[in-house]
């Protein structure tokens, strides 16, 4: 996945979403001591463990807990506002789906929470325990693309109203579970799954700050620098396709239609489809099966590092 990014050893990069610093390491590694690495991430934790896995890396690494879509004002106040090249893993690590006390899981008794950020006041626990039926099924088919999303919000509605608010993931699970028809309950997985994914989505405002931060991240490339994201279901992944589309195209028109815009190419775009893991690595880390890899190198000019 690296070698999309055709590290420099004297280039600067970033990793939007250091978590626990595997992607960043592997990046230092092939920096020289002129090289500069920031992570950032808004998980707390995540970074601690990032900061002690890559303190061997010294003064190459700056490490700053913030949200991404700050990107560009977190790089000017660093003293750059141009990279050789910026990763972003839009996946939730192992360790924080495997916290119960994060709520992540379905397959985990734990508080309803699933904040990236625990700085940020909204919870999972507030949104199933005090938004409408509407707009529960409104989150749940937005979201997760769940088919069953106004049976289920009907469900958990009823349910908080005849025994009390849905307290922790594991009853929230098994509400989705008995929402959905038997029938279709052993296809794709968990019947949770749709729905806690939508949860995440919602409670961090993910599909929108993916939104914020792409034309941030093409801004902040050199001439021939280079951006990789990887990302982990459809509507990302949509998302990301259709921006560089346009970027590479210089066109937000529909494909369908004649260009109007007369917009001009930005990026060229490196992987023609998304890249999915082999099997091997699938075989190694199972949850890397629903990985879809998508990088594009800038073609015009960037801004240079401040004072330059």
Known sequence: MLHYLACRPDGFYVDATVGDGGHAEAICER???????????WDDAALKRAGERL????ERVTLIREDYTRLE?????????AVDGILIDLGASTIQLMDPGRGFSFHREGELDMRMDRRRSLTAK???NEYPVDKLAEIFFRYGEERWSKRIAEAVARKREQKGPIADSRQLAEIVKEAIPARYRRRGGHPARRVFQALRLAVNSELENIAAVLPQAVKCLVPKGRICIISYHS???????????????????SPRMPCVCGGEAVLKVLTSRAV???NEEVKSNPRARSARIRAAER??????????
Do not use: H, N, W
């Open 276 to 278: 999915k893991p082999s």
């Open 126 to 128: 507030i949104i199933i």
């Open 55 to 58: 303190a061997r890396f010294g």
């Open 235 to 253: 509507l990302e992944d949509r998302l990301i396709k259709r921006y560089f589309r346009e970027q590479a195209t210089g066109c937000s028109c």
């Open 31 to 41: 920096l020289t001591a002129d090289g500069r690495l920031i992570g950032i991430d």
């Open 73 to 81: 004002a977190l790089l000017k106040e660093a003293g750059y506002s």
């Open 299 to 308: 073609k015009k000019t960037a801004l240079r590092k401040e004072g330059e």
